[in-house]
Nanobody
Framework: QVQLVESGGGLVQAGGPLRLSCKASGRILSINTMGWYRRAPGNERELVAAVTSDGTTNYADSAKGRFTISRDNAKNTVYLQMNSLKPEDTAIYYC?????????????????WGLGTQVAVSS
């Protein structure tokens, strides 16, 4: 089993920064991709940014130039630095990761989601 726990959400004024963290725990052998998704009220969940184990990043157009995703492989942790926040960034932000863990019957693949952290940006 693999668990993801997000932290760092909160209320911030437009134009301000916020940094999200997500730590994966469990009998993890390796993590391929770690990413951040978000769901705004009335919208579907969408990809914000993702980073692979070799550091390749992918950003939604809305995040390019304002958000930076990074990871610490030794800590199984991914970060999302969000700058120049806008009211439309208000959403629940979810962490996602996929890889392999040491299951009861050997190496087992996983794809896990965190419970989410609320980000609210006031105008």
């Amino acid at each position: 089993q693999v668990q993801l726990v997000e932290s760092g959400g909160g209320l911030v004024q437009a134009g301000g920064p916020l940094r999200l963290s997500c730590k994966a725990s469990g009998r993890i052998l390796s993590i391929n991709t770690m990413g951040w998704y978000r769901r705004a009220p009335g919208n579907e969940r969408e990809l914000v940014a993702a980073v692979t184990s070799d550091g390749t990043t992918n950003y939604a157009d809305s995040a390019k130039g304002r958000f930076t995703i990074s990871r610490d492989n030794a800590k199984n942790t991914v970060y999302l630095q969000m700058n120049s926040l806008k009211p439309e960034d208000t959403a629940i932000y979810y962490c996602n990761a996929d890889g392999y863990y040491n299951g009861n019957y050997g190496t087992t693949s996983f794809r896990a989601w965190g419970l989410g952290t609320q980000v609210a940006v006031s105008s």
